[in-house]
């Protein structure tokens, strides 16, 4: 609800979705019928707009009767009859099959058939919008219109299906079982889900309504992989609040991942391995149930609200380790992997949805902010946003105004910088100790030498060792060539910068990134997933330059490493076994991004 239209002057608000799906996959199709209820937003309705992707639409009826409508590609427009007035509510009911719509093959989202598992995947990687909830069911599919769900999901008996919410039950007729779900509360088209295969269904002992959907063979794995979490559910709730949703919370595994339908995650198959060295995906996907399903970006410019959030909560699951497991995480898995993908465009309205922009710069400005307004204030501020805008929709002002309502100061040049501002800082600093008397003194001189564009002001703590003394200083960095002297009664004799890596910036690296005229775009490789054979990478404004490849395996051993030079991007065959690999690409000019390859046994 609170959704308005994205087709134009139209404002309506769905409510929502009762979907009766037929799955069928010896013909890869759907049969069914869904019941839309909506309510107009300040005008009357004499039009109901939703989206049905490929699939064909057999009849539309409302309350009194067949409607007429068009269907012209993915829009459909339907003549309510009698005008509906804002405070009324009122429902359409499509009827429709057809083969189902995904992204094709080595991608990610729309519903998908395979020989033992038929699952929608409700985001598209390569698809804008990337909502894909019009992959099976008719929606107006724009995260800001939130909607309660019913399923009703018709498959072969053997089969199980997992939906969004709790289950109501099962019933069984002809061969057939009709599988109820429901979720209650509201949430976004692109989080609706289904997924039907012979699972096995693993209750989690700790918490009885966290379940893990597996493939028989996979059982032994699972209880592995999945073993801490209890602890990650645990750690959570302790920063957030309880699990918001009053569902169960679920893995299911699938072909394709990872995935965060609210209360099902999509787990990817080959992560799945006995251990727990996936668990940062595992938490990541977790931490949605707060961010991004629960508190959803209004729109998609703001997805770092989703996917830096989920990001962060990786780090926060590491400090579950220890302070110094928390500092390690965030710099070796977060900022030093942003710092060196070449990406340098804003994380409000970024350029690249799914790039290291969204997600571990993202990260990285809720870690910077944490240090800036203190533990107590990030914590305080978190639980009133998720209380303001609980199942609901939340921009970055909105963000914004709940951390300055804790900190008590405005915060706008934080944001403008980090989140509306390019790139990161790059600080060229001198240091000069004299002697005054008994005392010593320490000049501190500041330039930011990343060029045009954004300068970053923020606290820079400085950490001044020297015979008898030890001491940490902070310097409010907000000009241009700042200076600042520093009194000691101790001789300083070694000065270390941002000692607690509280700022995203190229001192972690020791040396700044030779970043191209208009950045790096995002690593990719097709196709994916593959046989591993005719793979082509895919690196935008990196064409020009040599690249060393490396391949790990997901226990961090080299499988395979090649160079290619300039202009030269295709792989060619690697002699890989089925399963999950990093592949790294790393320029002459010390950038390097990461992307994952599966290979598939069999495919060509």
Known sequence: ADGR?????????????EIDLEIIPSEEELDGSCRVWFTPGTTPLTDLLLELKSLSVQSVTGPSGALAFTHDGDTMLVD????????????????????????????????????????QMGVGVYTIPPSLGKCFFPCHDHPADKATFDFLVTVDDSIEVVANGN?????????????????????????????????????????????????????????????????????LQ?????????????????????????SEVYHLQSLINGQTNNDPIVVHEMGHSWWGNCVTESDWDDVWLS?????????????????????????????????????????GEPEELWGYTTYQKGASVLHMLRNVVGDECFFESLSAYLADHAFGLATTQDLEGHFEGCWGSDLSWFFDEWVYGEAY???DIDYEI???????????SIHQAQGGGTFFTMPLEFSVHGTGGDSLV????????????????????????????????TSLLGIGPDVPDGGAGLLRVSPNPSGASGLVLHWPGMDGEPLSIMVYDLTGRVVDRRSLEPGERSLGSLSLPAGTYLLEAVSSRGLRQTTRLTVLRGQP
């Open 80 to 119: 309510l009859g009698p005008t509906i007035y804002p405070g009324d509510t009122s429902w359409v009911e499509v009827a429709y099959s057809g083969q189902p719509w995904n992204e094709g093959p080595g991608k990610f989202g729309g519903f998908w058939f395979h020989p033992y598992v038929s699952y």
């Open 167 to 235: 289950l109501l039950g099962v019933s069984h007729a002809g061969g057939k079982a009709t599988w109820h779900w429901a979720l209650d509360e509201e949430m976004s088209t692109y989080l609706a889900a289904v997924s039907a295969s012979e699972y096995v269904d693993l209750v989690d002992s700790t918490f009885s309504w966290i379940h893990y959907y597996v493939y028989p063979s996979e059982v032994p794995d699972a209880l592995g992989s999945f073993r801490n979490v209890d602890l990650m559910m645990t750690r």
């Open 434 to 444: 004299t002697q005054a008397g008994s005392a010593w003194e320490l000049d501190i």
């Open 425 to 427: 800082p790059v600080y």
């Open 474 to 505: 902070t310097m409010w960095n907000d000009v241009q060539g700042d200076t600042e002297t520093f009194i000691f009664d101790f001789e300083p004799q070694n000065v270390t910068f941002d000692p607690g890596h509280h700022v995203l910036s």
């Open 5 to 17: 239209s994205v087709f134009g002057a139209i404002e309506q608000d769905v409510v929502r979705y």
């Open 307 to 347: 996917e830096g959030f989920a990001t962060y909560c990786e780090a926060l699951w590491a400090e579950h380790y220890g302070p110094d497991a928390y500092d390690d995480y965030m710099v070796s898995d977060i900022m030093i992997p942003y710092l060196q993908s070449g990406e340098v465009f804003p994380l």
């Open 238 to 262: 302790s920063l957030f609040g309880p699990y918001p949703w009053d569902c169960k919370f679920s893995y299911v595994e699938t072909p394709k991942g990872d995935m965060e339908h609210t």
